[in-house]
């Protein structure tokens, strides 16, 4: 089954791909001729997962998802949230984003965070929605350099190592969007 992945995240692509293997053909929004910044306007991860994946299924008739991330920090009341992209600014820049949550949590003790990923799937017009969630800890300082955006500082639940020190296939199987991933290629399975 051919299936748009409406992102412009080369990491995620790769993520994603690796995961599904080759039981399906993921095309990019490049592959689709789509250049357009996606709106995502919404104040959740859900409205705005549902946002992308009926943009790319109205202009262009495919079968598609998107996805929305957000990092939720306990003490934050589960700030940023769905504003993780954009919490230093505009800029939607990754090192400026963890220098600010880095300073915002300085003298705070409690460092429970998770990261919360939702899909919405659009199946011949019929949207299904999968969420996926793990647990961890906000480092104080970056370990690691692979991954993207704040896998320096995240350090899940029962390991010793951050987001940015493991390899894909590690990070993959245990994190958010692997998990929604997961029950997205179960769903799809299911459908056949
Ligand atoms: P998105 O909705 O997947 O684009 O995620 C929004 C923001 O959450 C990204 O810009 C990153 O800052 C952060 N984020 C999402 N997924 C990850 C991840 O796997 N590791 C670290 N940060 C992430």
Known sequence: MKLVFATN??????????????QFELMSLAD??????????GPTLETNAAEKAWYIYTRYGVN???????????????????????????????????RKLLMVMDKINNRKARFRTVISLIIDGVET????????????????????GYDPIFQPDGFELSF??????????????????????QYLNELK
């Open 9 to 22: 995240n080369e990491h995620k692509l790769k993520e994603v791909q690796e995961i599904l293997g080759d």
């Open 32 to 41: 689709l001729g789509c250049d357009e910044e996606i709106p995502e306007t």
């Open 64 to 98: 598609c998802f998107a996805d929305d991330t957000g990092l939720e920090v306990e003490a934050l009341d589960g700030a940023p949230g769905v504003y993780s992209a954009r919490y230093a600014g505009p800029q939607r820049d990754a090192s400026d984003n963890i």
């Open 129 to 148: 929605q999968f969420e996926g969630v793990v647990n961890g800890t906000l480092l104080d300082s970056l370990n690691g350099t692979a991954g993207f």
């Open 164 to 185: 940015a020190q493991m390899d894909l296939a590690q990070k993959n199987e245990i994190s958010h969007r692997g998990r929604a991933i997961s029950q997205l290629v």
